[in-house]
């Protein structure tokens, strides 16, 4: 019973290409939100998304788009792909408020070639 | 700018060797400090979070402190299977939720 899944875990695409990567939570929880870990292995915060409203944006580059089409589901689309957007993309829900826990996806490694 | 800095950036300990591996931080207000792991290939786990100074937390063979400007996760009688990378987070006021983590201590513990 994954809590929180991410499709695919692998993305491999050239460099121009749009991409898509899913995610699902069977947690209940209110609150998604996707990271982004680089090569040195550093999580930051791309967006957030409570109960279907985006609430926190990121400094991202605006070909990065998420969509939550219910509070179970936050997808990111990726037009246009760089070399430099090669990196591990984490999902993960919380259920909001202080001291929440974010419980993570096991993440979707991209390779822009 | 909130900031969190671990130290060391990695750290080999032989099995049974205890240590501490260190989280220091400079944020605008502190909700919240969490511990994560992170094994190779799957999402990092949570493990602690801790709100205030003199708060601590055990589970198994680790165990959160927190003071003001720092945390420590103290690794007793470290086993194999404790070998990971271990992030640490913290949560700060202001009303937004987001975490800010630290680059990690890459732990690994030999037989």
């Known amino acids: 019973d994954t809590a929180v899944s991410q499709t695919p875990k692998y993305l491999v695409t050239q460099m121009g290409n749009d991409k898509s990567i899913k995610c699902e939570q069977n947690?209940?929880?209110?609150?998604m939100y996707w990271y982004k870990q680089d090569s040195k292995k550093f999580l930051k915060i791309m967006f957030s998304y409570n109960n279907k409203e985006l609430i926190i944006n990121e400094t991202v580059p605006n070909r990065f788009s998420p969509k939550s089409p219910d509070k179970a589901h936050l997808n990111l689309h990726i037009n246009s792909l760089e070399l430099g957007d090669s990196a591990v993309y984490f999902c993960?829900?919380?259920?909001?408020?202080?001291?929440?826990?974010?419980?993570f996806g096991n993440g979707t490694r991209l390779t822009v070639t | 700018e909130d900031q969190v800095t671990q130290s060391p950036e990695a750290l080999r300990l032989q099995e049974g060797e205890s240590s501490s591996l260190n989280c220091s931080y400079t944020v605008s207000g502190l909700r919240g400090l969490f511990w994560y792991r992170q094994d190779p290939g799957k999402g990092p786990e949570f493990l602690f979070t801790?709100?205030?100074a003199g708060e601590e937390k055990e589970k198994e063979r680790l165990k959160a402190t927190l003071t003001k400007k720092e945390s420590f996760l103290h690794i007793t009688a470290p086993k194999p299977e404790d070998s990971a990378t271990y992030l640490c987070?913290?949560?700060?006021?202001?009303?937004?939720?987001?975490?800010?983590f630290g680059k990690g201590t890459k732990l690994t513990v030999n037989p």
């Open positions: 947690l209940g929880h209110d609150t």
């Open positions: 993960a829900s919380s259920q909001g408020g202080q001291g929440s826990p974010l419980h």
């Open positions: 801790l709100y205030s």
């Open positions: 987070a913290v949560q700060v006021t202001g009303g937004s939720e987001k975490l800010v």
